[in-house]
């Protein structure tokens, strides 16, 4: 595979590598490439970084977590060694990686649209390159299951019949007439209170939300921005739970006060 091939290009015998912990883990790391065991490579070259954290070691990480099929472990790693300015060879290479493991946990994630737009920018760049253009007819063939047509609804059920009709018998006139009222400023409040929570649940979702799809985008920019805009809803979320929590509080001590003062009126009606 040219991704791996250019990988030890980059890494095998790299003068940088200057302890002997990091050669030794560096030579596990390339036996299990050889062997396509991409799991203990990227746990040896996890060792290797800790060691020396050198930017080749970034990519060469990225590779095998890319190839053992754990592309939300790559993407920030390929973010990161492009950030390291490499040459422009190595980073043309990383932005393919990077948007094959993007049309990859799209399909995974039956986001069929999303994929769909990835691979039209893939095609210009697959042209005339064998392996790019296997890597990419593999995709396409996964996005053709995932556009399968849905299945059809089921029936809709049948109408439940109305409930019958109770007749209310008419009231006693030798009871008292019952005073009691309803708190329209409790009411108020607590309906207040409910629409803030239901506000601040939904502002976290939609933060959580733009979190988790960092990893769908293309560029560092983008996916920077994405989290910038997660963290500032879930601060927004977090201002609306406590708005809530206020209104509540007040609600309840609105209906108190106003409680106290209801008997007190229906104590002296009765007298």
Known sequence: MRAVALLLTLAVGDPRLQTPEAQAAFGEAEQAFAAKDFDKAAEALARVYAIEPLPHLLYARAQAERLAGRCEAA???Y???????????????????LS???ASMSLDAGS???ARTQLSAMRPEADGDPTRSEQLADLEARLEACSAPAPEPLPEPEPEPPPPIVVEPPPDPAQPPDRRRVDPWGVGLGAGSLLAGGAAVGLFLAGNAQIDAVSFEGTHARARE????GRT???AAIGAAATAGALAIGAVVHWLVWRQGDRRATATARR
Do not use: F, H
């Open 233 to 235: 809803m879930q601060g």
């Open 226 to 229: 994405r989290n910038t805009r």
């Open 112 to 114: 069929c649209e999303q």
């Open 79 to 97: 973010i990161e060694y492009l950030d390291t300015r490499p040459s422009p060879e190595s980073a043309a290479l990383v932005r393919w990686n």
């Open 100 to 102: 094959v493991c993007l």
């Open 75 to 77: 993407n920030p790693l």
